[in-house]
């Protein structure tokens, strides 16, 4: 079954730092990109980050650039965020999501999402 | 920066009626567009890519169409399982969703 699970969030103080994970299972996880989409509490979808293949091309959305950072172990079958210096308008639910296309930037849509993990950016 | 708008917001519909749903961008992006459904409390799927191209599994009454700024997603025969939000999706630069259309029963 192909599936993607997220792990990693939970309630961090502004300022800090969280790591999420994503592994995957039931495809050739180093045949595509990735990305990171992510969905406020009540909002729409916002994407957040994409890492190609081989993570020769990464991109980010800039609400996130300078604060965040992307990787893929293709050998651990795992993608990873980042996220440091977290504010309160990062609170969201981050979704994994896989990308159709190996390349990123390049005709990129979203066929196989996660359920998410929630962060929740508050003191 | 490329900016989307969806129109409507939000519409009222009763099974088996022809919806469909416009989406914008502030300049061309070709075929680069695709189309989300999400219900509540699940993840997005995805239902047309690169505007017109169904996605495998998804049933036929969803189509896509258009090109350049103009682009619709159009429901032939609303059923039961397709009321939800829908977003369209621009993949001609950075990557951007559009701020949704939430389709409800009549």
């Known amino acids: 079954e192909v599936q993607l699970v997220e792990s990693g969030g939970g309630l961090v103080q502004p300022g800090r730092s969280l790591r999420l994970s994503c592994a995957a299972s039931?495809?050739?996880?180093?045949?595509?990109?990735m990305h990171w989409v992510r969905q406020a509490p009540g909002k729409g979808l916002e994407w957040v980050s994409g890492?190609?293949?081989?993570?020769?091309?990464?991109g980010y959305a800039d609400s996130v650039k300078g604060r965040f950072t992307i990787s893929r172990d293709n050998a651990k079958n795992s993608l990873y965020l980042q996220m440091n210096s977290l504010r309160a308008e990062d609170t969201a639910l981050y979704y994994c999501?896989?990308?159709?296309?190996?390349?990123?930037?390049?005709?990129?849509?979203?066929?196989?999402w996660g359920q998410g993990t929630m962060v929740t950016v508050s003191s | 920066d490329i900016q989307m708008t969806q129109s409507p917001s939000s519409l009222s519909a009763s099974v088996g009626d022809r919806v469909t749903i416009t989406c914008r961008a502030s300049?061309?992006?070709?075929?680069?567009l695709n189309w989300y459904q999400q219900k509540p409390g699940k993840a997005p799927k995805l239902l047309i890519y690169?505007?017109?191209s169904l996605q495998s599994g998804v049933p036929s009454r969803f189509s896509g169409s258009g090109s350049g700024t103009d682009f619709t997603l159009t429901i032939s025969s609303l059923q039961p399982e397709d009321f939800a939000t829908y977003y369209c999706?621009?993949?001609?630069?950075?990557?951007?969703f559009g701020p949704g259309t939430k389709v409800d029963i009549k």
């Open positions: 999501a896989k990308d159709i296309l190996r390349e990123l930037l390049v005709a990129d849509a979203f066929d196989i």
């Open positions: 039931g495809f050739t996880f180093d045949d595509y990109a």
């Open positions: 890492i190609s293949w081989n993570s020769g091309s990464i």
């Open positions: 300049q061309s992006i070709s075929s680069y």
């Open positions: 690169a505007a017109s």
């Open positions: 999706q621009q993949s001609y630069s950075t990557l951007l």
